[in-house]
């Protein structure tokens, strides 16, 4: 297997590590379990510093080269939360906990970058600083923002950062990245619309229909992707909640949308958020009502850095060989809060390949363990090559 050998030594040690975080899930920032473990892996390693309680939940580990003359720092990131899902898999060692399970692969990451720290606490082959962070809330709970807050990148110094996700439906041990927008961002929307109730069928004339101009909006915003937006650019604008009315005979005096937004690119988000509001306000009262937007910023679009993801780059096709590293990856319309450390430092999210499999967030999802000892090839490469001891 194309993958540093003493890793692959360790990926047995890493699937049991997985297979009991995996019977343990816990959600967002309640990963208390799992932090402890990784907490007590990373002393037993011997990391020069393991600091716990990092943006609530999070943990962090310094890992120093045998040399550091080049005062370089990197950190290498993984997540730790599960789902709320009822697990179906089927495996041995599946969800103990009722409604919970790690259906996005969390636990391998987490698996990989622990034999990437005890690999690189071991061997020290580099010259420089490595930072193993272990974040919690991934699913939507902001936990990547939560530790940049925490002051991630500034107490350890980290000058570069990168991720990693498995991505089901890519061959096993292909990695995937590129330059730029790999991943969406991804708002929330809410429009309230108001109008003025009345009998539907005796007085429609007097009174101000929300579910007539609720429908206007939800056409017309569809018009933002075709024609504000570039048609070379990309954007999803989804209306998927639509609340009015109480009886067949009265007009509702309010309504209220909701929905999603995805784009790969800073300035259609402010352009489509802008025209979110302009579209709903004006045709609200050409009606005679109104309607109050509300756009809510979640997560940034997951934008690498030409530089790191370079590197990155690079260092997979160490990993794997060139024939199985894409590096013009096309992006995907879902998010990453690893988006969070990109805005604060530059850096790199890559995929590596699972092969065939259910999709992230099924409940028959199953993490392929054959990919654990390239994950955590990946990152000691990219320790030892980005800061050579020389
Ligand atoms: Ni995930």
């Known amino acids: 297997m194309p993958i540093v050998n003493r890793v692959a030594a360790l990926s047995d040690e890493m699937a049991a590590w997985r297979h009991d975080i995996h019977e343990n899930p816990e959600l967002l920032y309640d990963v208390h379990r799992t932090a402890g473990i990784v907490t007590e892996k990373l002393k037993e390693f011997g990391c020069d510093e393991v600091v716990p309680g990092i943006g609530r939940t999070?943990?962090?580990?310094?890992?120093?080269?045998?040399?550091?003359?080049?005062?370089?720092?990197?950190?290498?990131?993984?997540?730790?939360?599960?789902?709320?899902?009822?697990?179906?898999s089927g495996v041995p060692y599946a969800s103990k906990v009722p409604g919970k399970m790690h259906a996005c692969g969390h636990d391998g990451h987490t698996a990989m970058l622990l034999g990437a720290a005890k690999?690189?606490?071991?061997?020290?082959?580099?010259?420089?600083?490595a930072i193993v962070i272990f974040q919690p809330a991934e699913e939507g709970g902001g936990?990547?923002?939560?530790?940049?807050?925490?002051?991630?990148?500034?107490?350890?110094?980290?000058?570069?950062?990168?991720?990693?996700?498995?991505?089901?439906?890519?061959?096993?041990?292909?990695?995937?990245?590129?330059?730029?927008?790999l991943l969406a961002s991804s708002d929330s929307l809410e429009i309230f619309v108001q109008g003025?109730?009345?009998?539907?069928g005796a007085g429609p004339h007097r009174a101000v229909d929300t579910v007539l101009i609720g429908a206007q909006i939800v056409s017309a915003l569809q018009s933002i992707v075709s024609r504000n937006v570039d048609p070379?650019?990309?954007?999803?604008?989804?209306?998927?909640?639509?609340?009015?009315?109480?009886?067949?005979?009265?007009?509702?005096?309010?309504?209220?949308?909701?929905?999603?937004?995805?784009?790969?690119?800073?300035?259609?988000?402010?352009?489509?958020?802008?025209?979110?509001?302009?579209?709903?306000?004006s045709i609200a009262r050409a009606y005679g009502g109104s309607a109050e937007t509300k756009y809510t910023r979640m997560y940034p679009v997951t934008m690498n850095h030409a530089r790191e993801a370079g590197i990155a780059a690079e260092v997979a096709r160490d990993v794997v060989g060139v024939d199985r590293v894409n590096d013009r990856a096309i992006p995907l319309m879902g998010a990453e809060d690893f988006s969070f450390m990109l805005e604060a430092r530059p850096g790199a999210f890559v995929f590596l390949g699972m092969g065939d499999g259910n999709e992230c967030h099924h409940p028959g999802y199953v993490f392929n363990d054959n990919i654990l000892g390239h994950g955590a090839s990946y990152w000691v490469r990219l320790v030892e090559k980005s800061m050579p001891a020389g």
């Open 232 to 281: 070379l650019k990309s954007a999803v604008i989804s209306i998927t909640m639509f609340q009015a009315g109480t009886a067949f005979n009265i007009i509702p005096e309010t309504a209220r949308l909701a929905g999603t937004v995805r784009t790969l690119d800073p300035e259609i988000r402010d352009l489509v958020e802008r025209r979110i509001g302009e579209i709903a306000d």
């Open 196 to 200: 003025k109730g009345g009998h539907a």
């Open 58 to 88: 999070g943990v962090v580990g310094v890992i120093r080269g045998r040399k550091n003359g080049s005062g370089k720092t990197i950190g290498l990131r993984a997540d730790m939360d599960a789902l709320p899902i009822e697990e179906t």
């Open 143 to 181: 936990g990547g923002k939560a530790m940049v807050e925490d002051g991630l990148m500034t107490r350890w110094g980290i000058q570069e950062v990168y991720g990693l996700h498995n991505m089901p439906g890519l061959p096993e041990g292909h990695f995937a990245t590129t330059p730029g927008a």
């Open 119 to 129: 690999y690189l606490a071991e061997t020290r082959n580099f010259d420089g600083t």
